[in-house]
């Protein structure tokens, strides 16, 4: 219950995955992406993390932010795209992770007016300050399967990031922060940034802001060449 905070529905109702860690919010999925880059530097808004974050070297660390996006719970998509036979599909990891990032930056976009180009400096900002939690929910449970076999923790982690956009607070804060210069192109490879952990209670709560992603927030700023 996102009122009241009650994870009732979680721990009693729904598929058997999503009762599979009671009193639990949001839990890291197994199959996450995220960790260090070993090509790309590590930007300088990664230079100032959260309070108790796993420590970034000198290299990029990923995810940037977490999204609903689980292999095990999916997302019901309507489809009409030329080729395909119209209907419901299910889908995950960042083929939903990323067009829903994506959707909630253009909202920022519109909802301050104007092109806010990269928004990594401000969400890491944010994620550093007093308030945080009313910008993201902080997933601390949960273990991804992979290089690394990292593990969400509070603060950033290689597994959930910052944690999941509180997208009703988040989209006026970035919106209010203003616009970053952004180059126009970059590779895919140097765009990798929003992972894809396994938001259980999100899911199951139909919370709307909770989950897991997949790649870097995509908004109507960046081209990405194949």
């Known amino acids: 219950n996102a009122a009241t905070g009650s ?3 979680n721990d009693t109702y729904g ?3 999503c009762q599979q860690n009671p009193g639990q919010r949001e839990v890291a999925w197994i199959g996450s992406g995220g960790g260090f880059s070993s090509v790309f530097p590590k930007p300088a808004y990664q230079d100032t993390l959260p309070t108790g ?3 970034i070297g000198s290299m990029r ?3 940037d932010v977490s999204w609903d996006a689980s292999c095990g719970t999916f997302l019901w998509i ?3 795209t030329v ?3 119209a209907g419901y599909y299910c889908v995950g990891g960042t083929s939903a992770a990323s067009p829903e990032f994506a959707a909630m930056v253009a909202l920022a976009d519109q909802y301050g007016g104007q092109n806010l180009g990269l928004v990594n400096p401000t969400l890491y900002s944010l994620a550093s300050s007093p308030n945080a939690g009313t ?3 902080d997933v601390t449970s949960g273990t991804q399967f992979g290089p690394g076999d990292y593990t969400a923790g509070p603060g950033w982690d290689p597994v959930t990031g910052l944690g999941t956009p509180n997208a009703a607070n988040l989209v006026p804060a970035l919106a209010a922060a203003g616009p970053h210069d952004t180059p126009n192109v970059m590779s895919r490879s140097a765009i990798r940034g929003v992972s894809a952990p396994r ?3 999100s899911t199951c709560l139909w919370h709307a802001f909770g989950g897991d992603t997949g790649e870097h927030p995509l908004s109507n700023w960046l081209r990405v060449p194949p």
Do not use: E, K, N, R
């Open 15 to 17: 598929p058997a995955a």
């Open 135 to 137: 910008y993201f929910f």
């Open 199 to 201: 938001m259980a209670a």
């Open 53 to 55: 974050s796993t420590p």
């Open 61 to 63: 660390g990923v995810p």
């Open 78 to 80: 309507y489809v009409s």
């Open 7 to 9: 994870l009732a529905a």
């Open 83 to 85: 080729g395909i036979p």
